[in-house]
């Protein structure tokens, strides 16, 4: 029977007599790594404010809306609370709209700085390994 060949020894053995400088490897692995946890906790950010904003437009939605629900004892006060509810609620969308508008800008704002960042720092280690392999 024939015996095929282990061509992992023969590829550990031709890539460890590469000149392969693994700090630079290690240093992109590293800035990315940072990059990611930073914008992750910027998305985490914003994704944990929008669910409390939620949260809060339901509950005051529901809390009005309760109002609306209980007996009256003349059929204008049941217009009467349909229209506060109404008023009320467009009030409460037109606050909590600019506030979900609030947090997007927020994290556009974080997210460009990280990115302006990244970037500087991805130019800076581009003139360095230049230099370097200049010399």
Same mark, same amino acid.
């Given at each position: 029977? /024939?015996?095929? *060949? ?5 590829f ?9 400088? @693994?700090?630079?490897? =290690?240093?992109?692995?590293?800035? *990315?790594s940072?990059?990611? =946890?930073?914008m ?5 950010? /914003? +994704? ?5 904003l939620?949260?809060?437009?339901t ?6 809306? /309760?109002?609306?629900?209980? #007996?009256? !004892?003349?059929? !204008?006060?049941? +217009? ?6 109404? @008023?009320?609620?467009? =009030?409460?969308?037109?606050q909590?709209?600019? +506030?979900?508008? =609030?947090i ?18 991805a ?5 360095? #390994?230049? @230099?370097?392999?200049?010399?």
């Open positions: 029977m /024939a015996k095929t *060949q282990d061509y992992t020894a023969v550990k053995d031709f890539l460890g007599n590469l000149p392969v400088d @693994t700090k630079a490897f =290690e240093d992109v692995f590293k800035n *990315q940072a990059l990611a =946890e930073r992750s906790a910027v998305a985490i950010d /914003a +994704a944990q404010k929008s669910t409390e939620s949260a809060k437009w509950n005051d939605t529901l809390t009005g809306f /309760a109002a609306v629900t209980k #007996a009256k !004892t003349e059929p !204008t006060d049941y +217009a009467k609370a349909v229209s506060d509810f109404a @008023t009320t609620s467009a =009030e409460a969308a037109a909590h709209v600019a +506030a979900f508008a =609030e997007a800008k927020r994290v556009q704002t974080e997210t460009f700085e990280l990115i302006l960042a990244a970037g500087k720092t130019a800076a280690e581009v003139t360095a #390994a230049a @230099t370097k392999a200049a010399k």
